[in-house]
């Protein structure tokens, strides 16, 4: 494969099992002044490697190609069209206006939605506390003290964040400048936290007050990408007090 930013030769990366089970393949571009890295990923539908390939990040993030290709997912003879100078535009990226936070509004690269309204990563923080407010949640299967009055809907929220791409179900957080300061670790708490906070407004929304049997999975864990998977069974409880 070559790299689409610089038309050099990449290095492959093969992840057969992540922290998950899905197959995942990177290519980094040998030249370190490039620093791209395309990824061909797990498609859950058919459960094999796609056959689609996107840029995921440069160092070239003013080239044209980042610019019209970032994330595209393309066919290995498109990205070779590209290499050669064509242009595909009907594949190309719509120039957007940069999404406005609901919270300073200010422009902002980040995009996290919460509920349905979209914020920058430092507005986000705050919010996701008062998203999940006031639903108790727990692992076990029951809460001390109260009793569960109506069992009402079993839910599972996806959480995974990459540096700049749109890869969740349900959740996104992304960085769109393809730069990452956050450690691991934070990112895996943010994405838990994130998961857990979207569940619980889920909870709300169905009418429930609590949720039960709480589970965390990591789904897949590879170069930048931290998955997180929650679940848990919304029910109404009333004290007994
Ligand atoms: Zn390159
Ligand atoms: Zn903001």
Redesign the pocket.
């Known amino acids: 494969m070559r790299c689409i930013v610089c038309g050099g030769p990449t290095n492959l990366l093969e992840k057969k099992k992540g922290f998950g089970s899905s197959p995942l393949k990177s290519f980094s571009c040998l030249d370190d002044s490039c620093g791209s890295v395309l990824i061909q990923e797990y498609d859950y539908k058919t459960k094999e490697l796609s056959e689609k390939i996107f840029l995921d990040r440069t160092k070239r993030t003013d080239s044209d190609i980042w610019k019209r290709y970032k994330y595209i997912r393309l066919l290995p003879d498109e990205i070779e069209r590209i290499v050669s100078g064509e242009r595909l535009h009907s594949l190309e990226q719509k120039v957007l206006e940069p999404d406005i ?1 609901e ?2 509004k ?1 422009p ?1 690269g980040q995009v996290i939605e919460l509920g349905q309204k979209k ?2 990563w ?2 986000a923080k705050t919010n996701i506390e008062a998203l999940g407010s006031g639903i108790m949640a727990t692992t076990s299967s029951s809460f001390e003290g109260y009793k569960i009055i109506k069992y009402l809907d079993i839910e599972s929220v996806e959480s995974i964040w990459t540096p700049g791409f749109f890869g969740a179900t349900d959740a996104r957080i992304t960085d769109s400048s393809g730069t990452n300061n956050a450690t691991i670790e934070e990112k895996l708490n943010a994405a838990k936290k994130y998961a857990l906070a979207l569940l619980k407004s889920k909870a709300r929304a169905a009418g429930g007050n609590a949720l039960i049997g709480v589970q965390f999975d990591y789904k897949e864990f590879f170069v930048n990408y931290v998955g997180v998977v929650v679940n848990g069974t919304i029910v109404r409880i009333e004290s007994l007090h």
Request: contains cysteine; charged residues 10%.
């Open positions: 936070c919270g300073c200010r902002t914020y920058c430092n507005c």
